[in-house]
């Protein structure tokens, strides 16, 4: 008989997420994950309209993860970083930066969040500053770059040992 590990609470950040596609694909993610919460901010659209309606565009790639995981969100990213860290959470942006970490080297505290910014241009220089981790996945083709769901899901399985 072994005892149970230490149970961690892993959030997500998603912060200005322009593709529903992606949103969906990160919640179906994070729901095989075990992440216990996601926020969504800045223009990341939600699982819910401006009206409380369900988003067909995005339960159509969550396939029902949406219903499953807890989201909340918030406009601004900046002061939900704040709280997490004064509430304990170790944070970790998925970037490509010169003050990167490997993603495989990444150890987890008891609180940790993850988050990953626009298709485009990543998460803004603001924003990595407020991480305690810059967890980097090496790259070998000419592009250099992953789809931020794609991203996210090769970090969450390996670093959460799953």
């Known amino acids: 008989m072994h005892s149970d590990p230490v149970m ?24 095989a994950a075990g992440i216990n919460k996601i926020y969504l901010t800045g223009y990341t ?5 401006r009206f409380g309606r ?31 860290k004064r509430d ?21 505290k008891s609180k940790n969040a993850f988050i990953v910014g626009t298709e485009v241009s990543g998460i803004p220089k603001n924003i990595l500053k407020q ?3 810059i967890a980097e996945i090496p790259m070998h083709g000419k592009k250099e770059s992953l789809n931020v769901s794609v991203a996210l899901g090769i970090v969450l399985f390996r670093v959460c040992n799953l």
């Not at 959030?11 to 694909?25: C, F, K, P, T």
């Open 88 to 108: 304990g959470h170790q944070i970790i942006g998925i970037e490509q930066d010169k003050k990167f970490v490997d993603y495989r080297k990444v150890k987890l």
């Open 45 to 49: 659209p939600t699982p819910l309209d």
């Open 8 to 31: 961690k609470e892993n959030i997500i950040i998603l912060h200005n997420i322009r593709s529903v596609e992606n949103v969906g694909a990160m919640f179906r993610t994070a729901d």
């Open 54 to 84: 369900k988003r067909k565009d995005i339960a159509k790639s969550a396939l029902g993860a949406e219903e499953y995981v807890t989201w909340e969100y918030k406009k601004n990213v900046l002061p939900t970083i704040s709280k997490l």
């Open 131 to 133: 991480c305690h981790i």
